[in-house]
Protein backbone atom coordinates (compact mmCIF):
# COMPACT_ATOMS: atom_id res chain seq x y z
CA UNK A 1 0.00 0.00 0.00
CA UNK A 2 1.21 3.13 -1.21
CA UNK A 3 2.34 5.27 2.76
CA UNK A 4 1.24 8.80 0.90
CA UNK A 5 -2.06 7.72 -0.07
CA UNK A 6 -2.82 6.03 3.31
CA UNK A 7 -4.82 8.46 5.89
CA UNK A 8 -3.26 9.03 9.10
CA UNK A 9 -4.95 9.70 12.20
CA UNK A 10 -2.93 12.40 14.06
CA UNK A 11 -3.93 14.49 17.29
CA UNK A 12 -1.68 17.50 18.50
CA UNK A 13 -0.91 17.81 22.15
CA UNK A 14 -3.26 19.68 24.33
CA UNK A 15 -2.07 20.66 27.77
CA UNK A 16 -0.36 17.59 29.59
CA UNK A 17 -3.20 14.96 27.99
CA UNK A 18 -0.29 13.50 25.55
CA UNK A 19 -1.42 9.66 26.93
CA UNK A 20 -4.71 10.88 25.52
CA UNK A 21 -3.14 12.01 22.21
CA UNK A 22 -0.90 9.13 22.49
CA UNK A 23 -3.77 6.28 23.03
CA UNK A 24 -5.82 8.33 20.17
CA UNK A 25 -3.30 7.79 17.72
CA UNK A 26 -2.19 4.31 18.23
CA UNK A 27 -5.43 3.40 17.32
CA UNK A 28 -6.06 5.96 14.75
CA UNK A 29 -9.51 6.54 15.63
CA UNK A 30 -9.87 10.09 17.27
CA UNK A 31 -12.37 9.11 20.62
CA UNK A 32 -11.21 5.59 21.02
CA UNK A 33 -10.33 7.03 24.47
CA UNK A 34 -12.17 10.62 25.70
CA UNK A 35 -10.72 12.46 28.73
CA UNK A 36 -13.53 11.22 30.75
CA UNK A 37 -12.91 7.77 30.40
CA UNK A 38 -9.54 7.84 31.26
CA UNK A 39 -10.56 9.70 34.53
CA UNK A 40 -12.88 6.92 34.91
CA UNK A 41 -10.23 4.58 34.88
CA UNK A 42 -7.97 6.77 36.80
CA UNK A 43 -10.68 6.11 39.49
CA UNK A 44 -11.07 2.82 38.91
CA UNK A 45 -7.16 2.23 39.63
CA UNK A 46 -7.78 4.44 42.90
CA UNK A 47 -10.38 2.72 44.40
CA UNK A 48 -8.95 -1.06 43.78
CA UNK A 49 -5.78 0.46 45.09
CA UNK A 50 -5.34 -1.63 48.18
CA UNK A 51 -2.66 1.04 49.65
CA UNK A 52 -5.31 4.36 49.27
CA UNK A 53 -3.72 7.34 50.58
CA UNK A 54 -5.42 9.43 52.87
CA UNK A 55 -7.53 12.63 51.26
CA UNK A 56 -6.75 16.05 51.47
CA UNK A 57 -7.38 19.32 50.18
CA UNK A 58 -4.73 19.18 47.07
CA UNK A 59 -6.69 15.62 46.23
CA UNK A 60 -9.34 17.30 44.66
CA UNK A 61 -6.66 17.80 42.02
CA UNK A 62 -3.67 15.77 42.15
CA UNK A 63 -4.99 12.16 41.91
CA UNK A 64 -3.13 9.24 42.33
CA UNK A 65 -2.69 8.78 38.70
CA UNK A 66 -3.41 11.96 36.85
CA UNK A 67 -4.12 15.57 37.01
CA UNK A 68 -7.94 16.15 37.06
CA UNK A 69 -7.37 19.80 35.52
CA UNK A 70 -4.36 19.10 32.75
CA UNK A 71 -4.15 15.13 32.56
CA UNK A 72 -0.49 14.20 33.27
CA UNK A 73 -1.68 9.83 33.24
CA UNK A 74 0.53 7.43 34.80
CA UNK A 75 1.55 4.09 33.25
CA UNK A 76 -1.17 2.30 35.40
CA UNK A 77 -3.86 4.20 33.44
CA UNK A 78 -1.78 2.87 29.70
CA UNK A 79 -1.78 -0.81 30.80
CA UNK A 80 -5.87 -0.16 32.00
CA UNK A 81 -6.90 1.25 28.98
CA UNK A 82 -4.62 -0.78 26.81
CA UNK A 83 -6.21 -4.13 28.24
CA UNK A 84 -9.76 -2.82 27.66
CA UNK A 85 -9.15 -2.76 24.44
CA UNK A 86 -7.23 -6.39 24.47
CA UNK A 87 -3.79 -5.08 24.42
CA UNK A 88 -1.03 -5.60 26.58
CA UNK A 89 1.98 -4.04 27.26
CA UNK A 90 5.56 -5.46 27.08
CA UNK A 91 8.09 -3.26 28.79
CA UNK A 92 11.41 -3.17 27.19
CA UNK A 93 14.40 -4.40 28.87
CA UNK A 94 16.70 -1.39 28.91
CA UNK A 95 20.17 -3.18 28.90
CA UNK A 96 19.21 -4.28 25.32
CA UNK A 97 19.60 -2.52 22.40
CA UNK A 98 16.46 -2.09 20.14
CA UNK A 99 17.60 -4.49 17.71
CA UNK A 100 16.19 -6.83 19.80
CA UNK A 101 12.33 -5.71 19.12
CA UNK A 102 10.86 -7.27 15.93
CA UNK A 103 9.69 -4.82 13.88
CA UNK A 104 8.97 -6.91 11.11
CA UNK A 105 7.17 -9.86 12.96
CA UNK A 106 3.90 -10.79 11.91
CA UNK A 107 1.14 -8.16 12.44
CA UNK A 108 -0.86 -9.78 14.81
CA UNK A 109 1.18 -9.93 17.27
CA UNK A 110 3.16 -6.35 17.77
CA UNK A 111 0.35 -3.72 17.44
CA UNK A 112 2.74 -0.60 18.15
CA UNK A 113 5.28 1.13 20.27
CA UNK A 114 4.02 4.00 23.27
CA UNK A 115 7.21 5.70 24.39
CA UNK A 116 7.46 7.99 27.77
CA UNK A 117 10.31 10.26 27.48
CA UNK A 118 11.67 13.24 29.48
CA UNK A 119 10.44 16.31 28.43
CA UNK A 120 11.12 19.96 29.51
CA UNK A 121 8.22 22.37 29.25
CA UNK A 122 7.06 26.16 29.76
CA UNK A 123 10.20 28.40 28.83
CA UNK A 124 12.12 24.88 30.34
CA UNK A 125 11.04 25.49 33.94
CA UNK A 126 8.64 22.38 33.97
CA UNK A 127 10.26 18.92 33.83
CA UNK A 128 7.93 15.93 33.35
CA UNK A 129 7.27 12.88 31.12
CA UNK A 130 5.75 13.01 27.66
CA UNK A 131 3.72 9.98 26.17
CA UNK A 132 4.54 9.03 22.28
CA UNK A 133 3.25 6.31 19.93
CA UNK A 134 4.93 4.70 16.72
CA UNK A 135 3.19 2.90 14.86
CA UNK A 136 3.55 1.03 11.52
CA UNK A 137 0.93 1.75 8.57
CA UNK A 138 0.62 0.78 5.23
CA UNK A 139 3.69 -1.36 5.96
CA UNK A 140 5.62 1.79 6.76
CA UNK A 141 6.57 3.30 10.59
CA UNK A 142 5.46 6.39 11.80
CA UNK A 143 6.26 8.40 14.50
CA UNK A 144 3.10 9.83 16.02
CA UNK A 145 4.34 12.59 18.67
CA UNK A 146 1.52 14.47 19.25
CA UNK A 147 3.95 17.32 19.92
CA UNK A 148 4.75 17.21 15.98
CA UNK A 149 2.76 18.95 13.54
CA UNK A 150 2.39 15.78 11.34
CA UNK A 151 3.00 11.99 11.39
CA UNK A 152 6.77 11.54 10.76
CA UNK A 153 8.02 8.42 8.50
CA UNK A 154 10.80 6.54 9.26
CA UNK A 155 12.69 5.87 6.42
CA UNK A 156 12.68 1.30 7.55
CA UNK A 157 13.27 -0.36 10.38
CA UNK A 158 16.52 0.66 10.58
CA UNK A 159 15.87 4.02 11.31
CA UNK A 160 13.57 3.13 13.82
CA UNK A 161 15.56 1.06 15.89
CA UNK A 162 18.41 4.18 15.79
CA UNK A 163 15.43 6.27 17.33
CA UNK A 164 14.54 3.82 20.09
CA UNK A 165 17.94 3.26 20.75
CA UNK A 166 18.29 7.21 21.27
CA UNK A 167 15.03 7.41 23.62
CA UNK A 168 16.97 4.58 25.71
CA UNK A 169 20.07 6.18 25.82
CA UNK A 170 18.57 9.37 26.62
CA UNK A 171 16.49 8.19 29.81
CA UNK A 172 12.97 7.25 27.91
CA UNK A 173 11.06 4.10 28.08
CA UNK A 174 9.91 1.99 25.30
CA UNK A 175 6.73 0.33 26.10
CA UNK A 176 5.64 -2.54 23.17
CA UNK A 177 1.71 -2.74 22.87
CA UNK A 178 0.94 -6.15 21.93
CA UNK A 179 -2.55 -8.03 20.86
CA UNK A 180 -3.35 -10.61 23.50
CA UNK A 181 -3.11 -13.91 22.13
CA UNK A 182 -5.98 -15.95 22.21
Known amino acids: MDSEKTEIYHEKQ????????????????????????LNEISGK??????????????????????????????INVLIAALEEKDKTVVWHDRRNAASTIDLDGADDSLFGIVLNVPARRYALLWKGRHWITMRKIGGVWYNLDSDLPKPMPFEGTREVRGYLDYVLSNGGEVLLVMNKKE
Open 14 to 37: KLQFCLLHALNNLFQQQEAFTRAR
Open 45 to 74: LVLDDPSKKTWTPLSVVFKPHHNAFTGNYD
